[in-house]
């Protein structure tokens, strides 16, 4: 069973572009919203965070819009850069065991110069 | 900038083989994780410690993996015989609170 569904599996963009990965959750005990970056033969980065009470949360060129209701999250890449392209994980934190990590099963993004 | 350290980066065996990768936490974080990763997957969690006792271990197949932080600071992890099926990535992450961050992990090819 996916707990974590993400789409779409691969992404190319012009650069300046603005890629969109969606995530969608079903559980309700998730109570952490994390993005990562990986880049091939690397361990995945930690890009940005949001809690489920907050609707937006930016931190430079990543935004992260997160709906409660339809228990969606996405990320959103402003003035994206050949540099970017990596493969983008979600994930969800349980908060009742252990703080256990449910990832998204990612996406690869190729932005163009 | 503190970083988790793993070794080896590669390693390639035989199937039957016993295998043990190294990892060792940012200072300080008490909770530490070994996930695996097959390629073109996200990361899956084997088993996640706080300090030196193992908090789950659900995912760990326990038949040939095992895993210990005896003092509560570096972990191995252990297979013990390596099948095919074992190729993955092997990451390890470390935790203070609730953000999680991962070493550059290991990367196991079973022959």
């Known amino acids: 069973q996916q707990q974590v569904k993400q789409s779409p599996q691969s992404l190319i963009v012009q650069k300046g572009g603005i890629p969109i990965i969606n995530c969608a959750y079903e559980?309700?005990?998730?109570?952490?919203f994390p993005w990562y970056q990986q880049f091939p033969g690397k361990g995945p980065a930690l890009l940005i965070a949001?809690?489920?009470?907050?609707s937006e949360k930016k931190e430079g060129r990543f935004t992260i819009s997160f709906n409660k209701s339809a228990k969606q999250f996405s990320l959103h890449i402003m003035d994206s850069q050949p540099g970017d392209s990596a493969t983008y994980f979600c994930?969800?934190?349980?908060?009742?065991?252990?703080?256990?990590?449910?990832f998204g099963q990612g996406t690869e993004l190729s932005v163009k110069p | 900038e503190a970083e988790v350290a793993q070794s080896p980066r590669y390693k390639i065996t035989e199937k039957s083989q016993a295998v043990a990768f190294w990892c060792d936490p940012i200072?300080?974080?008490?909770?530490l994780y070994w996930y695996r990763q097959i390629l073109g997957q996200g990361p899956e969690l084997l088993v996640q410690?706080?300090?030196?006792?193992?908090?789950?271990d659900s995912q760990l197949p326990k038949d040939r993996f095992s895993a210990e932080r005896l003092k509560g600071v570096d972990s191995t992890l252990k297979i013990q015989p390596a099948e095919l099926g074992d190729s993955a990535m092997y990451l390890c992450?470390?935790?203070?609170?609730?953000?999680?961050?991962f070493g550059p992990g290991t990367r196991l090819t079973v022959l």
């Open positions: 992450a470390s935790s203070l609170a609730v953000e999680q961050f």
């Open positions: 559980n309700t005990a998730f109570d952490y």
């Open positions: 949001i809690r489920p009470d907050v």
């Open positions: 994930a969800a934190r349980f908060y009742n065991q252990g703080g256990k990590l449910i």
């Open positions: 200072s300080g974080h008490a909770t």
């Open positions: 410690f706080q300090d030196e006792s193992v908090v789950d």
